[in-house]
């Protein structure tokens, strides 16, 4: 049971270069997320997903694109990689619905170094 | 909107106190889940327990408990006869399950244990 899968786990990129950061889930979640987390601070969200075909903004979109063609994989585009995108990136999955199986689960991160 | 305080950067806690660290969130969701995670230095986030805003009763998990006080929107996470494997970040978490349908976080609390 693979869980929430991310890759790469490091990418180093050039200013300007863009990359997808690819998530994939096993567990038939209808929502996904992608946060990213600066050192030593909390999780910002940048895209979710409800389902497959439905993204959404969230607090922090600027710089990044998100598609969700199906139920398993949510891939986050950065396009014109900025210094200010350096960041680790969670990808995560959670039941829709409510109650106590709406808790997330989560990839294991991907660091992210613009330079 | 929703919103998720966390207003202690840092702790620090004898081994085998307890401890309680704050979290105070604002929704105007009548129905919502908290979370909270905890993110050791290896940089995973595991789970710890959960409250939905219509449980009666306050969540307890092993040496985890949530003082959930309603009224004044707080879901305080104590941790009973702390250890030094606790030391790690702390995350607070909501979903507002009428609306958003997005987990949105705290900026955490850094707890160290001394022995």
């Known amino acids: 049971n693979a869980g929430v899968t991310q890759t790469p786990k490091f990418r180093i990129l050039k200013i300007g270069q863009s990359m997808t950061l690819q998530c994939a889930q096993d567990?038939?979640?209808?929502?996904m997320y992608w946060y990213r987390q600066d050192p030593g601070m909390g999780l910002k969200l940048i895209y979710y997903?409800?389902?497959?075909?439905?993204?959404d903004k969230g607090e922090v979109p600027n710089g990044y694109n998100v598609s969700r063609s199906t139920t398993e994989d949510f891939p986050l585009r950065l396009e014109l990689a900025a210094p200010s995108q350096t960041s680790v990136y969670f990808c995560a999955s959670s039941y829709s619905g409510r109650g106590r199986n709406t808790e997330a689960f989560f990839g294991q991160g991907t660091r992210l170094t613009v330079v | 909107a929703q919103k998720i305080t966390q207003t202690q950067p840092g702790m620090f806690v004898q081994e085998k106190e307890a401890v309680t660290l704050d979290c105070t969130y604002d929704t105007s969701d009548p129905s919502y889940g908290l979370f909270w995670y905890k993110q050791p230095s290896s940089g995973e986030m595991i789970f710890l327990i959960y409250q939905g805003s219509y449980d009666q009763q306050n969540a307890t998990e092993g040496r985890y408990s949530l003082n959930f006080q309603k009224a004044r929107k707080s879901a305080n996470l104590v941790i009973s006869a702390s250890q030094l494997g606790d030391s790690a970040m702390y995350f607070c978490a909501m979903m507002c399950y009428s609306s958003a349908s997005k987990i949105i976080f705290g900026s955490g609390t850094r707890l160290s244990i001394r022995p």
């Open positions: 567990m038939n979640h209808n929502y």
């Open positions: 997903s409800v389902g497959a075909g439905i993204t």
